[in-house]
């Protein structure tokens, strides 16, 4: 099975500040990376797709990147409305699809 | 707007059973692999289960393989998860989720349904 691993598994910034999630898959993935967003209390929505292709109606201060193995999750203008945890998940090798750990994201 | 709506959760001993059901509106339900995630309270997203269109494709997380079993009910645009032998660490939201091309990208998700195994 790929593992993914995502860090930092926490961390606070400021609003304003630029902000970046590495997702490491333990074999090769290709672009097959997805970013989900989950809110307090809510159900994960859909951010990034394919590594780098912004999903629609997800605002421009969310950029992905990378190929292979390493891949990042940035916010370049942190918001308070994206507090939030983000995952990471591979589709490259099915099944078992699997999921990071999670980065939770807190406004200081 | 497309919707997914989950239900039956409860309180169930372990050893016991239960069967969520997922409603789903305002896409052609039919076409579309679906998939059961769940989340442990205060943990990550595990994937559980996902079903083809035609429900000629299944598969299992190694964690529920031979205790679980998810169908479909195109007919009544219907997703559902049939939980047996229910254990403490089965305790989880349930959320199902459409696989939105056919390529493990999930979206929509349902609101989830909480599951709670304990005696």
């Known amino acids: 099975d790929i593992q993914m691993t995502q860090s930092p598994s926490s961390l606070s910034a400021s609003v304003g500040d630029r902000v970046t999630i590495t997702c490491r898959a333990s074999?090769?993935?290709?672009?097959?990376l997805n970013w989900y967003q989950q809110k307090p209390g809510k159900a994960p929505k859909v951010l990034i797709h394919a590594a780098s292709s912004l999903q629609s109606g997800v605002p421009s201060r969310f950029s992905g990147s990378g190929s292979g193995t390493d891949f990042n999750l940035t916010i370049s203008s942190l918001q308070p409305e994206d507090l939030a945890t983000y995952y990471c998940?591979?589709?490259?090798?099915?099944?078992?699809?699997?999921f990071g750990g999670g980065t939770k994201v807190e406004i200081k | 707007q497309e919707q997914l709506v989950e239900s039956g959760g409860g309180l169930v001993k372990p050893g016991g059973s239960l069967r969520l059901s997922c409603a789903a509106s305002?896409?052609?339900?039919?076409?579309?692999?679906m998939t059961w995630i769940r989340q442990a309270p205060g943990k990550g997203l595990e994937w559980v289960s996902y079903i083809s269109g035609t429900s000629g494709y299944i598969h299992y997380a190694d964690s529920v393989k031979g205790r679980f079993t998810i169908s479909r009910d195109d007919a009544k645009n219907s997703l559902y998860l049939q939980m047996n032998s229910l254990r403490a660490e089965d305790t989880a939201v349930y959320y199902c989720?459409?696989?939105?091309?056919?390529?493990?990208?999930?979206?929509?998700w349902g609101q989830g349904t909480l599951v709670t195994v304990s005696s």
């Open positions: 305002g896409f052609s339900f039919s076409g579309y692999f």
């Open positions: 989720a459409r696989d939105s091309g056919g390529n493990y990208l999930f979206d929509p």
């Open positions: 074999q090769y993935i290709s672009n097959y």
């Open positions: 998940q591979q589709s490259y090798t099915t099944p078992p699809l699997t």
